[in-house]
Structures are given as structure tokens and as C-alpha cells.
């Protein structure tokens, strides 16, 4: 019988609903043994300590922050190497002795992918390079770059953090828990997200994070979707200098930041932009029609409401339910009536303190 050892964090809208803050927070709680994922360098992801330091990556996991995790990039990684380098130099103390665990079979992005992306792609992108990869190696180019060829010449002082392995035998051997990170969003899924091209490159759901991890469903015990009250889309302005238009939401109508802050009651600046691309973030209204259809798709056991300030800045670094503004509480009681899933877990600030877990009630 299957031992059911993995947990899925996955972002239920277009992404930046807080997956770097839950699976810090999971990291750290939950005594996880192992953690993979299939980020490509289109994506980024940022804990925030109690003290206010920021971690932001967009290779290395977030569960890294766990000093007994192994950490491990899988087979549905497309990986910039000077990115990857770059974290694993800058997070030297929390990474230890540990090695990096990658699959032969990553794709390593070059420059080459870069600018394909930025003569072809008219549509929402942070023309990292991430699809052109992801094409070469679909379609075998005899020019792919795996890692299997890439890091086998390293000569550089990362050379003994980085072992090449089939990290699906590493997963389905591992009898302890395992976390599986998701990156991006339900709602950016490239045949089941939002408006096409308006997408990303490839799937981006629970069963698409199991499939690039070489498990089996079966091996799956909890799927933690992460939602926002406000759903957002990247900037229309780009990195590359052109204005492109990056999608609506099903309908839903784009609001300002300064709405957010009015209807809230904050009293500060409140306005979010991109970890990639440094852009400032599109908003929209709440899409309960998007997200049905999304915990449809990804069949969610719990479900994490993150930025509850964002319904009554009273909410802001709360750590009690019982002392959640009424707003926010009727808030979660409609994600759950509509989705037929628990909220478990609220978030209420960008620190990790910053969150109310009830998982010990459900």
C-alpha cells in the first residue's frame, strides 16, 4: 500500500497569492523531510521572517529553511544557472552542507531563449526564457542543454553543492513527509487557465506538480490551495520596453490599488509589483466563478486565505480568529460555502508570525 507522504502547495489564482510564505510556514512547522519542485526562473518566491529579513528565490525551495529538508529540483525544472548560482552563494548559511538535488533532465534556459521570447511572444510574459526551453525540449532539439551535460563540466566553487540524480527514485523512496512547491498559478495554467496566450508556458496544477515530481497521486495527502481576496495579473508594461497586454479575469473588473486601500481602511501606501520583473501588480475583483472552476481542477483538501488585510486592515497581523474583523470572517465563510473546503490557514501580514492556523479544529 502506498505510504500517502506528500503535501502540495498551489497557488488557486494567477499567481502571487503568498505560496513562498505557506511553505516557509509548512517548512518550519510540519517537519517536512524533503522538498521538490519544477520552478522555472519566470517566478518568484519570498518568505519573510519574524524579524522583517526577506528570502526571494526563484530555484532554490523555500523549504530550505528547514535545515533537515533535502532539497531537490525536478524533471519539470527549466533552470537559469547564473540565478541558481547566485541563490545558493547568497543563502550559503541556511543551504549548510546540504546539497542541491537535480534531475538529468531539467532544462538549462540561455540567453538564446531569452530573446526567441522577446521577437515571438505578444502576450502576458516575463520573457525569462522559460517556454522557448520548455519548446527546444519538447521537440528534442538536437541543441538542448540538459543538466545532465551542463553541470557535468562545472568547475566553479558550487560544483560540490549540485548532485545530478534521478530524483524520482529520491522521492519515492523517501517514507517521510514530503512538501511538493508549486509555482505560479491555477488561473495561469496554459489549458485551463484564463484567456490563451495569456498564460504560462505549461500546467500549473496539483496534478502537474505530482507528474514533474515522478510520484503517483496516490503518494498525495493534502493539496493546500492559496487564494487571495483580490486576485491580480502582471503589468502590461514590460521588461523588455513594449507595453503588452497580459489578459482580464473571466469578466471580473479591474480596480486600482487606491480602491483596495479605501475599501480596507489602510492608512498607507498600498500597492504590490512583481518579485521578477519589479512591475506593478494589475487587481481585480474576487472571480467565485474562477474559483470553483479552479478547486474543480485541483481538488484542494484545504484551503489558505492569504492578505485578509486587504478585506479589513484591522486584520493586519492578527494571530487570532476570534479577533478577526467580522468582514474577513464573512469573507471565509463564503470561500468555503462556494467551494465545499475548509479555510485552514489566513494569513495577515507578509512576516511568518503574520497567520491564523486553525488545521488542529479541522
Not at 252 to 269: F, L, P
Not at 300 to 326: E, G, H, M
Amino acid at each position: 500500500m502506498n505510504n500517502k507522504n506528500v503535501t502540495i502547495v498551489i497557488d488557486g489564482q494567477a499567481g502571487s497569492c503568498g505560496k513562498g510564505k505557506i511553505c516557509g510556514y509548512l517548512s518550519k512547522n510540519d517537519n517536512f523531510s524533503l522538498s521538490t519542485n519544477n520552478w522555472s526562473s519566470n517566478a518568484g518566491h519570498t518568505y519573510v521572517e519574524d524579524n522583517g529579513e526577506k528570502i526571494v528565490v526563484s530555484h532554490l525551495p523555500i523549504a530550505m529553511l528547514n535545515p533537515n529538508c533535502k532539497l531537490v529540483l525536478n524533471a519539470g525544472c527549466a533552470i537559469t544557472p547564473e540565478i541558481l548560482f547566485e541563490e545558493i552563494k547568497k543563502y550559503k548559511e541556511l543551504i549548510g552542507a546540504r546539497k542541491i538535488y537535480i534531475h538529468p533532465r531539467a532544462i538549462i534556459i540561455l540567453e538564446k531563449h531569452r530573446e526567441e521570447e522577446k521577437r515571438i511572444i505578444r502576450s502576458g510574459s516575463t520573457f525569462k526564457g522559460c517556454g522557448s526551453a520548455q519548446a527546444e525540449k519538447i521537440i528534442r532539439n538536437p541543441s538542448v542543454i540538459l543538466a545532465k551535460d551542463y553541470f557535468k563540466n562545472l568547475t566553479n566553487d558550487l560544483k560540490n553543492c549540485i548532485e545530478i540524480t534521478d530524483t524520482a527514485k529520491m522521492v519515492n523512496e523517501c517514507n517521510d513527509k514530503i512538501l511538493i512547491e508549486g509555482a505560479q498559478g491555477q488561473d495561469l495554467d496554459i489549458n485551463y487557465g484564463l484567456d490563451y496566450p495569456n498564460v504560462t508556458s505549461r500546467m500549473c496544477s496539483s496534478s502537474q506538480l505530482i507528474a514533474d515530481a515522478g510520484l503517483s497521486p496516490f503518494k498525495v495527502k493534502d493539496i493546500y490551495m492559496i487564494i487571495r481576496p483580490y486576485p491580480i495579473r502582471i503589468s502590461n508594461k514590460t521588461n523588455i520596453g513594449d507595453d503588452i497586454y497580459s489578459g482580464d479575469y473571466a469578466g471580473s473588473a479591474e480596480i486600482t490599488w487606491s480602491e483596495v486601500k479605501d475599501r480596507c481602511g489602510c492608512n498607507i501606501a498600498l500597492e504590490e509589483y512583481t518579485t521578477v520583473t519589479k512591475k506593478i501588480r494589475r487587481v481585480f475583483e474576487m472571480n467565485w466563478d474562477r474559483l470553483k472552476y479552479n478547486v474543480m481542477i485541483n481538488q484542494p483538501t484545504q484551503i489558505v486565505l492569504n492578505f485578509a488585510q486587504y478585506i479589513d486592515w484591522k486584520a493586519y497581523r492578527c494571530n487570532s480568529y476570534d479577533k478577526l474583523p467580522i468582514k474577513v470572517k464573512d469573507f471565509i465563510k463564503k470561500i468555503e460555502e462556494t467551494t465545499n473546503t475548509p479555510v485552514t490557514m489566513i494569513g495577515t501580514g507578509e512576516r511568518n508570525c503574520d497567520i491564523i492556523d486553525l488545521r488542529q479544529y479541522f
